[in-house]
């Protein structure tokens, strides 16, 4: 029988989860964990970590991902102590609105840092051990706005966009090398990330009881990790019934 993502039967699989202190990162690393998973649980907010991994086990590994150099830095240590993760879920990122015409150079570098530059960091600093032991599965957590448009959604849009052109490339560049990778494509999902919108002032945004929880993404994460390794699941969207 094929065995599940990780490949390393017998001993417990290693889930890194980059977001891990709110939201859909922190439902993921609770979900996996309580399915067995070695959780390392990244994001900046080292407080915040400290309580997921209070739940979780594991370990914390705080790093700002649009910082290449802590990216490697942190994959230095942790593949110092030969812990190649079995699981990469990359969740962290950023979600600003404004018009196209009040979109700042800054505001779109801020969501293009967090959101395509972070993976892309995360995934370059650990992908060539996965590569070299031939097993491991990247999941990114794109959006919907990476393939429909939405008004005010410029900068975020350009960056899930990009990510889902990031994701297909990788798609092909693993094929037959043990390594997979899948994209999670949620709708509006009832976390922290829309506190500072207030959706539910707002007739232009969802109201939060119609939005997906965390929790459903994180069994999407959850499914894709639980595959054979000989099966891949590219693309996974999420959306209310
Ligand atoms: N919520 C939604 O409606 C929705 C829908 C579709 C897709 N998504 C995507 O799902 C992912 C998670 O969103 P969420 O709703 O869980 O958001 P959230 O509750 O605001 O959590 C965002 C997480 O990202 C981390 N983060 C942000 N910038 C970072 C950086 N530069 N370096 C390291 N960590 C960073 C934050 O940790 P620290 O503050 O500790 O750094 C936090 O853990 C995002 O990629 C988002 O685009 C969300």
Not at 80 to 92: H, K, Q, R, T
Request: charged content about 20%; glycine content about 12%.
């Amino acid at each position: 029988m094929a065995r599940a993502a990780g490949g390393r039967s017998g001993s417990a699989r290693t889930a890194l989860v980059t977001g891990a202190s709110r939201g859909i990162g922190r439902a993921t690393a609770e979900r996996l964990a309580a399915e067995g998973w070695d959780i390392v649980a990244c994001g900046r907010d080292e407080a915040r970590l400290d309580l997921v991994v209070g739940a979780t086990g594991g370990r914390a590994l705080p790093f700002d991902v649009s910082d290449g150099g802590a990216v490697s830095a942190a994959a230095k240590s942790l593949l110092s102590s030969d812990m190649v993760p079995d699981l990469l879920v990359l969740s962290a990122g950023v979600f600003d609105l404004a018009p196209v015409h009040e979109t700042t150079s800054e505001l779109l570098d801020r969501n293009l840092d967090a959101n395509l530059r972070g993976p892309f960091h995360v995934v370059r600093a650990f992908l060539p051990p996965m590569l070299a032991r031939g097993s491991g599965l990247v999941v990114m957590i794109g959006s919907v706005s990476g393939r429909r448009a939405f008004p005010g959604n410029g900068a975020y849009s350009a960056s899930k966009f990009g990510l889902r052109g990031f994701h297909e490339v990788l798609v092909e560049e693993l094929r037959g090398t043990g390594v997979r990778a899948s994209l999670v494509e949620p709708g509006a999902v009832d976390t922290p990330l829309w506190d500072v919108l207030d959706p539910d002032t707002r007739a232009d945004l969802p109201d939060r009881k119609q939005m997906l929880r965390a929790d459903d993404v994180a069994g999407a994460v959850s499914y894709l990790a639980g595959l054979p390794e000989d099966v891949s699941v590219p693309l996974i969207q999420i959306q209310r019934a």
